[in-house]
């Protein structure tokens, strides 16, 4: 649409509606435009009369809606009446008044034919006159009979040269008078639902900023149907600002809420005549709407559920019951094949269940259980009926715990296979009613642990923090037993028992003898199967520990420091607690994956002894790592020897699976999920939708050029990371990646927010990467250069050597702009001891390049080149061309190739600067690039023929009802994305065909051909 514009993708509507309202004279047109609620009727009717108005023509509005008079022929003379007046017309203005006041004759329809006879001819002189046009907005709100009269008017008495445009909803046979509106009118306009494009449009110019692609669709998935209508999508931007559920990362806009909590505005008035078109429901039929909507968000709920409750049971279930059928009348509730409820906009359950409500929803859940459980059995009911375990957790305390906990874990296991995310919802929920002591918790916690570690699941496995820890072994002086007292108690109640047999048999045989001896066996038995039960469960949660710390890792939180996870920030320097020794080898991968700082055990003490793992997942066979894998994984980030030693511990089959060069890839940019993947190949059952996902994305897409997607990738992480209700922590390392794009793209502001964020205790190598370049360019050379030093031997102590290559290497690039030739030759000895130390392909590059820098050796330049461009890293090829030009191997062609790679980057002012200096340095002449970015939109096209036309700006103004100021800035734009420097150039290239042959214009688009 046109930028200041009230509307969004309807360009090609009020076009339409413009030129019927300038269409007076013979050539006049009746039209109806029509739209649900929310649509933009209103607005593109509006838009199109300032339009008219512009081109001369004069648009009077009819307002008969609300008259005084009689409804029918009297309220339409009214309103004709009120609309002439403004015509300055005496003849037409008296002769309508004449028509006022003309009594009803006994036949009320001739008479009301004459008025509408006279009415007719006085609009037709009017228009003779003082050409006018009429526009009527809300038809569907006109009384019948008005409307009726209307339609009449317009079909056998039409005013000749009189053109009109009518806006209502849409019409139906049944509607009575509108239906005559809709036969007189000459053309039907609907307004088409707005395309994807649109809505984020339609967000961008209501936010102010540009917004992320993962906003848009949230809220286009959170409306449904309702996506394409303006109204309803303004109404979840007002409801997510007004919670404060918006975070502005990078110029763009993120969410920060959960998408299930997208809702449109809880005003009630607002909100009946978005959602029921056909009038608004009553209190009673609201507050039931509200509580159908606060049953169905926790469980899946059927008719049959409803049907099959006892009749006589609690007033509320029937009231529920009762709200379904009209609902699903309007529309509003759908009802699958096997008769499941459910919205058809989600964001309409939301507001819904934000409205307050008489009904108490956990008792009917309650219900529900109940009449399965009481008919089949508690795991009967669960084991064949899963959906009851989602009924049962909204029930709440409403059902006891052991009719509750049976029926959970029947549903968890049948669903285990089926539906995995109901399972593990099932097995929370279990975990929750169970006690710490209860023999069934830590088999219960085993079982969700694998389902949740077989699928991916890292949120799932992560939530089972707080169980485990309550799980755990407390000393042995407090050590409960299964029935609430501590051992203790236990072995005197024992000895109690014994000595009170002994007095029961004072008098002593052989029978009592052998009766005890009996006794004393069976309880050595009990107490070696209760030692096997006791070694099975301390196995079992050692497993569920690990499990728990891999997930935490894949959410970037230490698997420790109480909770389910610590925060990434303010990380306490602490070893792992004793219970939790199982996740001290995970924990140590914190530092080199940039999760927090390196947290290493206190000099001289030993590691704790191998664990003995659960049956079934011997080390290195399942998807969790060995103790040996995971110090492989830590090594990565060290020197060569340390790891080589950690990859000579694996067994010998499995160093063939292994790739070092990809390990120390993944360490530089602080990858746990390519290195897992490197490691466990196969075994890795996938970093799912976790952050280390998002973050090997950001890596990827960094990597291959793809900055805007890497930016975006960024403040997902963010976002994620503030979002309430997740467990997601923050990928520092992310931030730091984001600071480096914003700041080659010459954004210093944004870069500073991203390293703003990250605290001083990360001392992972891409941090201090980042943070040189933002000092270097925000014209602190000297700090940028010394607190490079300093990062390096923080990392350096921390062990963390992959990743120093890249702060060397851009030292080595700054001494040159400074003109430090000494430094740069003790950097590049510092290079070299750093690859005899690590040895990895990415040191030997830097090497290389930084011979180049120093001893002007091309061929080691080139090498590099072949070698980064082999690996994929689109910033260091840039980086090794700009290296080329400047020992001048083909610096003609080099020169071209990092102007083009730079603008494909977006690279910014600092870059472009730079290249312009070395390319004067060597009388070179830097390449004029202008390329287009995107296709043009239809506003382009639109914009691009009216310049072909020779309008001038003022007319294009006027044409588009926008301000000249508006044209010129968005003719500045468009001479950027076509490489056009003037109106001629742009009109030749469009009269020519040269555009569309560069495929700037889309196919379909109106305008473009002529």
């Known amino acids: 649409m046109y930028d200041g514009g009230p509307v969004i993708g309807r360009d090609g509507e009020i076009r339409e509606v413009t030129r019927v309202l300038l269409s007076t004279g013979d050539p006049a047109r009746v039209l109806l435009l029509v739209g649900a609620a929310g649509t933009g009727k209103t607005a593109v009717l509006e838009h199109a009369r300032r339009a008219a108005v512009e081109e001369g023509a004069r648009v009077l509005r009819l307002r008969c809606h609300d008259s005084g008079s009689t409804p029918g022929a009297a309220a339409l003379a009214d309103g004709v009446h009120s609309a002439l007046t403004k015509v300055h017309?005496?003849?037409?203005?008296?002769?309508?008044?004449?028509?006022?006041?003309?009594?009803?004759?006994?036949?009320?329809?001739?008479?009301?034919?004459?008025?509408?006879?006279?009415?007719?001819?006085?609009?037709?002189?009017?228009?003779?006159?003082?050409?006018?046009?009429?526009?009527?907005d809300d038809v569907e709100r006109l009384p019948p009979a008005t409307a009726s009269a209307l339609g009449l008017l317009l079909r056998v008495f039409r005013p000749a040269g009189v053109p009109m445009v009518m806006a209502g909803r849409p019409v139906h046979p049944q509607d009575g008078g509108a239906s005559r509106l809709a036969a007189a009118a000459d053309r039907l306009l609907e307004l088409p639902p707005l395309r994807p494009a649109d809505a984020e449009a339609l967000m961008e110019r209501v936010l102010g900023r540009p917004v992320e692609p993962a906003l848009v669709t949230a809220v286009l998935r959170a409306l449904g149907p309702m996506a394409g209508t303006p109204e309803a999508v303004l109404s979840v931007l007002d409801s997510m600002?007004?919670?404060?559920?918006?975070?502005?990362?990078?110029?763009?806009?993120?969410?920060?809420?959960?998408?299930?909590?997208?809702?449109?505005?809880?005003?009630?008035?607002?909100?009946?005549?978005?959602?029921?078109?056909?009038?608004?429901?009553?209190?009673?039929?609201?507050?039931?709407?509200?509580?159908?909507?606060?049953?169905?968000?926790?469980?899946?709920?059927r008719f049959d559920d409803l049907h099959r409750l006892k009749p006589g049971g609690p007033r509320r279930a029937g009231l529920v019951d009762r709200a379904l059928t009209p609902?699903?009348?309007?529309?509003?509730?759908?009802?699958?094949?096997?008769?499941?409820?459910?919205?058809?906009?989600?964001?309409?359950?939301?507001?819904?269940?934000?409205?307050?409500?008489?009904?108490?929803?956990?008792?009917?859940?309650?219900?529900?259980?109940?009449?399965?459980?009481?008919?089949?059995?508690?795991?009967?009911?669960?084991?064949?009926?899963?959906?009851?375990?989602?009924?049962?957790?909204?029930?709440?305390?409403?059902?006891?715990?052991?009719?509750?906990?049976d029926v959970l874990l029947a549903a968890a296991r049948t669903d285990a296979r089926s539906d995995w995310p109901r399972s593990v919802r099932a097995y929370f929920s279990a975990l929750g009613r169970l006690a710490s002591y209860d023999r069934r918790t830590p088999g219960v916690l085993y079982e969700s642990a694998e389902l949740s570690l077989r699928h991916a699941d890292h949120p799932g496995a992560l939530a089972l923090g707080a169980p485990l820890l309550a799980c755990l072994p407390p000393p042995p002086t407090e050590r409960p037993t299964g029935d609430g007292r501590d051992?203790?108690?236990?072995?005197?109640?024992?000895?109690?028992?014994?000595?009170?047999?002994?007095?029961?048999?004072?008098?002593?045989?052989?029978?009592?003898?052998?009766?005890?001896?009996?006794?004393?066996?069976?309880?050595?038995?009990?107490?070696?199967?209760?030692?096997?039960?006791?070694?099975?469960?301390?196995?079992?949660?050692?497993?569920?520990?690990?499990?728990?710390?891999?997930?935490?890792?894949?959410?970037?939180?230490?698997?420790?420091?109480?909770?389910?996870?610590?925060q990434d920030t303010d990380v306490q320097d602490t070893g792992a607690p004793e219970h939790l020794a199982a996740a001290e080898g995970f924990a140590a991968l914190a530092g080199p994956y940039g999760i927090g700082r390196?947290?290493?055990?206190?000099?001289?003490?030993?590691?704790?002894?191998?664990?003995?793992?659960?049956?079934?997942?011997?080390?290195?066979?399942?998807?969790?790592?060995?103790?040996?894998?995971?110090?492989?994984?830590?090594?990565?980030?060290?020197?060569?020897?340390?790891?080589?030693?950690?990859?000579?511990?694996?067994?010998?089959?499995?160093?063939?699976?292994?790739?070092?060069?990809?390990?120390?890839?993944?360490?530089?940019?602080?990858?746990?999920?390519?290195?897992?993947?490197?490691?466990?190949?196969?075994?890795y059952s996938g970093a799912g939708d976790s952050t280390a996902a998002l973050h090997h994305a950001l890596v990827r897409s960094y990597l291959e050029g793809d900055w805007d997607r890497a930016l975006a990738a960024a403040r997902r992480i963010e976002a994620r990371s503030r979002t309430r209700g997740t467990e997601a922590g923050t990928a520092q390392c992310a931030r730091a990646l984001a600071a480096e794009i914003h700041c080659a793209r010459g954004e210093l502001g944004h870069a500073r927010t991203w390293l703003e964020l990250i605290p001083d205790s990360v001392t992972h190598p891409l941090v201090a990467w980042a943070r040189m370049s933002l000092r270097y360019w925000s014209g602190q050379a000297a700090q940028a250069l010394e607190g490079a030093r300093e990062d390096v031997r923080r990392a350096r102590r921390d062990g963390l050597l992959s990743g120093i290559e890249k702060v060397l290497l851009r030292y080595l690039s700054y001494a040159l702009l400074e003109g430090m030739p000494q430094a740069m030759r003790r950097t590049l000895g510092e290079l070299e001891a750093l690859h005899e130390e690590v040895g990895s392909a990415m040191t030997?590059?830097?090497?290389?390049?930084?011979?180049?820098?120093?001893?002007?050796?091309?061929?080691?330049?080139?090498?590099?080149?072949?070698?980064?461009?082999?690996?994929?890293?689109?910033?260091?090829?840039?980086?090794?061309?700009?290296?080329?030009?400047?020992?001048?191997?083909?610096?003609?062609?080099?020169?071209?190739?990092?102007?083009?790679?730079?603008?494909?980057?977006?690279?910014?002012?600092?870059?472009?600067?730079?290249?312009?200096?070395?390319?004067?340095?060597?009388?070179?002449?830097?390449?004029?690039?202008?390329?287009?970015?995107?296709?043009?939109?239809?506003?382009?096209?639109?914009?691009?023929?009216?310049?072909?036309?020779?309008?001038?700006?003022?007319?294009?103004?006027?044409?588009?009802?926008?301000?000249?100021?508006?044209?010129?800035?968005?003719l500045t734009q468009l001479f950027q994305r076509t490489g056009c420097r003037s109106r001629a150039e742009l009109a030749a290239a469009w009269l020519d065909g040269s555009l569309a042959d560069r495929g700037l214009v889309p196919d379909g688009v109106p305008g473009t051909t002529r």
């Open 487 to 566: 051992s203790r108690d236990g072995r005197e109640a024992e000895n109690e028992g014994e000595a009170e047999n002994e007095g029961d048999g004072r008098h002593g045989n052989r029978a009592t003898d052998l009766n005890r001896d009996r006794g004393r066996g069976r309880g050595r038995d009990r107490d070696r199967g209760r030692g096997r039960d006791a070694d099975q469960d301390r196995d079992r949660l050692a497993y569920v520990t690990e499990v728990w710390a891999l997930a935490a890792l894949h959410e970037h939180r230490l698997p420790y420091t109480g909770g389910s996870g610590a």
């Open 89 to 136: 017309n005496r003849r037409s203005t008296a002769r309508i008044s004449g028509t006022r006041r003309t009594p009803r004759q006994p036949s009320g329809r001739y008479g009301e034919l004459s008025q509408l006879a006279v009415l007719g001819e006085a609009l037709t002189d009017a228009a003779r006159d003082t050409p006018f046009a009429l526009v009527i």
């Open 241 to 301: 600002e007004g919670r404060g559920g918006l975070l502005e990362l990078g110029g763009h806009v993120c969410l920060t809420e959960p998408e299930q909590a997208l809702r449109l505005t809880t005003d009630v008035a607002r909100l009946t005549r978005l959602c029921w078109p056909g009038g608004p429901p009553d209190a009673a039929d609201l507050d039931a709407a509200a509580a159908v909507a606060r049953a169905l968000e926790h469980a899946e709920t």
């Open 598 to 683: 390196v947290v290493r055990p206190p000099a001289g003490e030993a590691r704790p002894a191998a664990r003995h793992p659960a049956a079934g997942h011997r080390p290195g066979s399942g998807p969790l790592p060995s103790p040996a894998e995971l110090r492989l994984l830590a090594a990565a980030s060290g020197g060569r020897a340390e790891l080589l030693e950690a990859l000579g511990a694996l067994p010998p089959e499995a160093n063939a699976a292994h790739t070092v060069d990809r390990l120390r890839h993944a360490a530089t940019h602080a990858d746990l999920a390519d290195a897992l993947a490197a490691v466990l190949g196969d075994r």
């Open 327 to 405: 609902l699903v009348g309007d529309g509003i509730l759908t009802v699958d094949e096997d008769g499941r409820a459910s919205f058809a906009v989600p964001a309409l359950a939301a507001a819904l269940r934000a409205l307050p409500t008489h009904h108490d929803v956990s008792s009917l859940h309650a219900l529900i259980t109940r009449s399965l459980s009481d008919r089949l059995g508690a795991e009967t009911a669960g084991g064949g009926h899963p959906r009851l375990a989602d009924h049962v957790s909204a029930a709440g305390a409403e059902l006891d715990d052991a009719l509750a906990v």
């Open 844 to 970: 030997y590059e830097t090497v290389l390049l930084g011979r180049g820098l120093v001893h002007g050796e091309t061929d080691g330049a080139r090498a590099a080149l072949r070698s980064v461009e082999g690996r994929g890293d689109a910033y260091l090829g840039l980086l090794c061309r700009l290296i080329l030009v400047e020992i001048g191997d083909d610096s003609d062609r080099r020169l071209a190739e990092a102007s083009y790679l730079a603008q494909s980057l977006g690279i910014g002012r600092a870059t472009r600067t730079t290249l312009g200096h070395m390319a004067r340095r060597r009388s070179l002449v830097l390449p004029r690039l202008r390329p287009a970015r995107d296709r043009l939109s239809e506003a382009d096209v639109r914009l691009t023929v009216l310049v072909s036309d020779g309008a001038t700006n003022r007319q294009i103004a006027a044409r588009l009802a926008s301000s000249e100021k508006t044209v010129e800035r968005r």
